[in-house]
């Protein structure tokens, strides 16, 4: 099907539809339909865990109290597992 055809074929689809219908084709997110690099590198955020990715989405929903909280969450968490690998590999990195 040329460029012609497909245009044909969604009509007035919204660009935000036609991604959407793109990333469940591919089984991919929609993050990495639009960050994904070329050559293979990854963009800002390819979450590839759907578990994960559906609570990331559904932090929308909290109050803004509950946000901060969960990013200090996070933020521990990240922070552990630094440790972890700066004392798995020595503090001579």
């Given amino acids: 099907m040329d460029a ?3 245009s044909r074929t969604l009509g007035n689809t919204s ?8 990333a469940g084709v591919f089984d991919v997110t929609l993050d990495y339909l639009a960050f994904e690099t070329k050559g293979g590198g ?7 865990d759907r ?8 932090m929308d929903t ?3 109290q509950e946000k ?7 933020d521990l968490v990240i922070l552990k597992h630094r440790f972890q690998e700066l004392a798995g590999t020595g503090l001579t990195g």
């Fill in 4 to 6: 012609g055809g497909i």
């Fill in 15 to 22: 660009k935000t539809d036609i991604l959407i219908k793109l």
């Fill in 42 to 48: 990854t963009g800002k955020l390819n979450i590839q």
């Fill in 51 to 58: 578990e994960l990715l559906q609570r990331f989405e559904m």
């Fill in 62 to 64: 909290l109050s803004e």
């Fill in 68 to 74: 901060s909280l969960a990013k200090e969450i996070l």
